[in-house]
């Protein structure tokens, strides 16, 4: 049972590759970002906390993610996790690891997803997703084949994040230098890291990571 984190800034594809792992391997997909999402579209007292400063592109508080992944765990006790935007500083690293051991968990490799900040600018602003069913598509690099209509369901309702405008990305990618790419040392002292060129194509990228998991590389 593999337990892996997925690091990158934003629009790196974290999620892209997550969802793809979590259909393919039956892994289980933990990103703080889309719980928080639901979390603020149900009204929830920490969706009432998450909502403005989701907005403004800043972190969330590390106790309230912390537990929104302890939860998380619980409920896929037998299920490999694949970490997606968490964790985001070295207080949610060392918290991580306390809910992994006290599970009888252990981490198993660290991908870091090695992005061109400008490149993922363009790839954040156009993306949306599919309103039924999830699926990710972007204006110009991964349209729906017949516009308007989601390739896999059929659905015509799509949506756009809130915080997938220009500012509010360069904020994000601030918050990524600042706080999250020092904990790489943590992990790297313990052999953990494995570097991914996250600006290849889509199957490059998975076929990587795939190499990584099966511990053929
Ligand atoms: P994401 O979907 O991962 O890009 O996250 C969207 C937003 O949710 C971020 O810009 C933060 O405001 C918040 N968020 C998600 N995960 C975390 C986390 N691990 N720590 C703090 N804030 C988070």
Redesign the pocket.
């Known amino acids: 049972m593999l337990n892996i984190i997925l690091l990158g800034p934003?629009g790196a594809g974290?999620?892209t590759q997550a969802a793809r792992l979590q259909a393919e391997r039956g892994m289980i997909q933990l990103?703080?970002?889309?719980m928080?999402?639901e979390a603020v579209a149900a009204g929830t007292p920490v969706g009432l906390k998450?909502k403005a400063?989701?907005e403004r592109?800043?972190?969330?508080?590390?106790a309230i993610?912390s537990a929104l992944i302890g939860e998380r765990l619980d409920a896929a006790a037998d299920q490999g996790a694949i970490f997606?935007?968490?964790?985001?500083?070295k207080a949610?690293a060392e918290a991580l690891d306390l809910l992994l051991t006290e599970r009888g968990r252990r981490l198993d490799h660290v991908i870091e997803l090695v992005v061109d900040e400008d490149e993922l600018v363009k790839r954040i602003v156009g993306r949306f997703s599919c309103a039924r069913c999830g699926t990710g598509y972007h204006d110009t690099f991964r349209p729906t084949k017949v516009a308007g209509v989601c390739d896999v369901c059929g659905s015509t309702e799509f949506k756009r994040r809130k915080?997938d405008n220009e500012a509010t990305v360069r904020t994000?990618m601030a918050?990524y230098r600042a706080k999250t790419q020092p904990i790489l040392p943590f992990y790297e002292a313990r052999g953990l890291v494995r570097r991914v060129d996250g600006m290849a194509a889509i199957e490059t990228v998975a076929a990587e990571i795939d190499a990584i998991l099966d511990g053929t590389v």
Do not use: W, Y
């Open positions: 934003p974290k999620g990103s703080t970002g889309d928080l999402r998450a400063i989701m592109g800043e972190l969330v508080s590390d993610v997606d935007g968490f964790p985001r500083t949610q915080d994000r918050e």
